[in-house]
DNA sequence: CTGAAAGCGCTTACAG
DNA sequence: CTGAAAGCGCTTACAG
């Protein structure tokens, strides 16, 4: 017998199990369609009498509404989609948990995925959400060509742009202000008397790691400070990489005595490199992160709120869905200057 | 014209803006709608010029199929639901990833959210998920009481619970050993001399908080050492609870000299109390976390690892959605004790 | 207060 | 090789 049942399932494409449907539940409260409907909407125009039978044929028949139907009739699916570059980064989880409290807060459900910093893996996603219909996307942008998504755009599907902005399209972008954040914190350095200052960045396709490195030019140039070439490494964020490019601007005859790094896993790394040296090194790093405060020295960080970031960009999403109008919008968010030890160390000579 | 458009934009809902159908491209190129379909698949059948009559006309209409339409027809949605407790918390980062890496292997897109440790919101969510006939459902449960999910489980949504068992169903759960791994660092401490050792944990509602626990009682009473009441705190896992609990233990006149501490945020704030203190208290932590080995001195953690349990869970979900049969299952996986100098300091008297 | 018909955008099952 | 009809499970627009 339950093999039968198997089998039947089986015979009509394991249609979501077997789940009784609004018809079904009509049929046994005898009543039509539209009166469950009805029911289960809690719109009114119902006896308390049918509105009973309705609700015990529910109950007996574990009936769920299908919203999977519901959103093909009603245009909206009432979700939005996130693609981020790395769900497992510390810096994006503040960022996803805001931006799912304020969907939570306009009653929609939040789709997301990581491009693992791969264009084409960003767009397949992307476009795997619009074909889901998505009602909009929030989007951390991993290539920096965007116009694949134009058509979807033009479609309706409401898009913001987070920590970097959209490339070859116009559209809302919400970023930390990175070039004024990166200037203050090697500014910083070279109020505490340091001049050979190296900064360790992202690849500088990265528009982020591009404005930080500009942040960096821009105090040495304020304060009359020649860059040397070696000073300034840009590349990938593996360990080796940046291990690699600390040392080498530790050694040589005029090593830098201080180091600007461009994220929070180029700064972990850095502090590795550094405990294990005698001389000490100052730093500051951009973005915060857990137990810098706990550290010895503690590190001096340029802060971004990655929350806020977050919540800004759904915000304005959901704006966008209730039909704010106007032309996209870059909206830059301060950042934060903490200095706890590490970016206050003099030089070394 | 553009408020025209406008206009008849809201008079059909909105509905996904307006993007062309299947029908639309049909009309266009002058074919059935199958057809379209046939081309827009993949599936084998279509003449070459057929073909490319219909993707002329698909390029120039801008057309994307209506995936959310296909799901209804074809009783999978391709995606999976996963309910975790914070999407902010770094020991959470790493599992969602790992289960959506899983999940894209299977062609599923991951839809989350966040219990926020509410066992409402928990159920408010898991239901959600249901009604969107997720295919499969992940849950990190946030209350101990999930017979709610029995209807939607014999309706056929596959569920495997992970890091905490389910409650009052029997269903696939993926668990860390939090016995066997508390009573290792324990016994540990143990090892190094401690008698006097503290114990502070999650509340004792949660499943791992109550299993840390027992395998602390089982270290203690292996080694014949009879526990003082006041070694034991559990509770939220709030800096301000924990810091009183942690100063309670370190006073008195027959103070700790060591302490368990039931969770990566626990251990934070517990570190951050002990840094306040001259005499050196031994400590191990369960969970490890980023830098625990920079500090001073490193800290001695039971490492569980967050994405083993991610992908497992997931592995055993889409086991299970390809028809593995089979009672539910409960796979425990190992923890490792990682030394680094807090869990090897001798007691202090 | 109630319900039958049409339709959302696809796929399935079938016939030519 | 191609396509018309029916249907997935709901909601919309309308009529009684």
């Known amino acids: 017998m339950p093999d039968t049942t198997r089998r039947a399932d089986r015979a ?23 009166t469950v409907s009805r029911v289960v909407n809690g719109e009114p125009g ?22 999977s139907a519901r959103v093909l009739r009603k245009g909206r699916t ?26 939570r807060a306009h009653g929609a459900l939040l789709i997301n995925g990581s491009s693992a910093e791969d264009p084409e893996r960003e767009q397949e996603l992307a476009l795997a959400l619009c074909a889901r219909r998505v009602d909009g996307l929030v989007v951390i942008p991993a290539g920096d060509d965007h116009r694949y998504l134009e058509p979807e755009i033009r479609a309706g599907v409401a898009t913001v742009f987070v920590d970097r902005p959209a490339g070859g399209i116009d559209a809302d972008v919400v970023l930390s202000d990175n070039f004024g954040g990166a200037r203050d914190g090697v500014a910083h350095l070279i109020a505490h008397g340091h001049r050979r200052i190296g900064f360790i960045g992202d690849m500088p396709r990265i528009h982020t790691a591009a404005e930080r490195l500009r942040g960096y030019r821009a105090a040495m140039e304020d304060a009359g400070i020649p860059v040397a070439e ?120």
């Open 12 to 34: 009509n494409g394991s249609r979501y199990g077997n789940r009784p449907t609004m018809k079904d539940v009509a049929a046994r409260a005898g009543v039509g369609l539209k």
């Open 46 to 67: 119902v006896t308390p009498d049918t509105e009973r039978r309705v609700r015990e044929a529910i109950e007996a028949l574990g009936f769920r509404r299908n919203d």
């Open 78 to 103: 009432a979700s939005i989609g996130l693609v981020l570059e790395d769900l497992a980064d510390p810096f994006y989880g503040p960022l996803s948990r805001a931006v799912e409290e304020v969907a």
């Open 230 to 349: 070696g000073w300034m490494s840009l590349g990938a964020t593996d360990p080796e990489r940046v291990r690699r490019a600390t040392e080498e601007m530790l050694a040589g005859p005029d090593p830098v005595t201080a180091v600007f790094t461009g994220n929070n896993r180029v700064t972990v790394t850095v502090i590795r490199v550094l405990a294990e040296y005698d001389r000490p090194v100052a730093l500051v790093g951009f973005d915060d992160f857990e137990l810098a405060d706990l550290l010895q020295p503690g590190v001096t960080v340029v802060a971004q709120d990655a929350a806020a970031l977050g919540r800004t960009a759904a915000d304005r999403l959901f704006q966008r869905l209730d039909g704010a109008p106007g032309t996209p919008e870059r909206l830059e968010l301060p950042t934060r200057l903490i200095t706890r030890g590490s970016g206050e160390l003099p030089p070394a000579h």
